[in-house]
């Protein structure tokens, strides 16, 4: 794991601990085919079965060829929804530049997943230009700091 994906991690953590909280990472559902619009399939196997009180269930992403465990998510209290897309109830908007967001990516996946993340941060450009999701946020905090040590 590298340095601003462990810091992430540990965010993650600390905020869900706080929480007492599941997460769901928006992760889970993209992929490099599908960068931003996988939502029917999040909302259809984990919010709309939580939001009736039924155990959300669903496979993650299989990235990098890498077979996850199922996923399965009982109803209780707060569930986070963690990713460049998920905004609901309360979203924190973590604004990093785009320069750091693809090194973090490159550092985490390797040089040869450049192409994949070039197609990626343009599908994510196009989102951010059109939904102005900091805009919508509750809360926008710095994406290049580490807020939780």
């Known amino acids: 794991m590298v340095p601003g ?3 992430r991690a540990r965010s993650r953590a600390w905020l869900a601990s706080e929480l007492a909280a599941d997460v ?3 992760d ?3 992929s490099w085919d599908n960068p931003v619009d996988w939502w029917p399939e999040l909302l259809d ?3 709309k079965p939580l939001a009736r009180g039924a155990a959300a269930q669903y496979q993650p992403t299989a990235w990098a060829g890498e077979q996850r465990a199922p996923v399965i998510i009982e109803p209780a209290g707060t569930v986070l929804l963690e990713g460049v897309t998920a905004y609901l109830a309360y979203s924190i908007w973590v604004d990093t530049h785009r320069a750091v967001r693809m090194q973090r990516g ?3 996946d390797g040089e040869g ?3 994949q993340w070039e197609r990626w941060m343009e599908a994510e450009d196009r989102y951010i230009e059109s939904e102005r999701p900091a805009e919508h946020a509750d809360i926008v905090v710095p994406g290049d700091k580490d807020l939780w040590r």
């Open 5 to 7: 994906e462990r810091a």
């Open 24 to 26: 769901i990472h928006t």
């Open 28 to 30: 889970e559902f993209a």
């Open 106 to 108: 490159i550092d985490r």
């Open 113 to 115: 997943a450049r192409r």
């Open 45 to 47: 196997r984990a919010l």
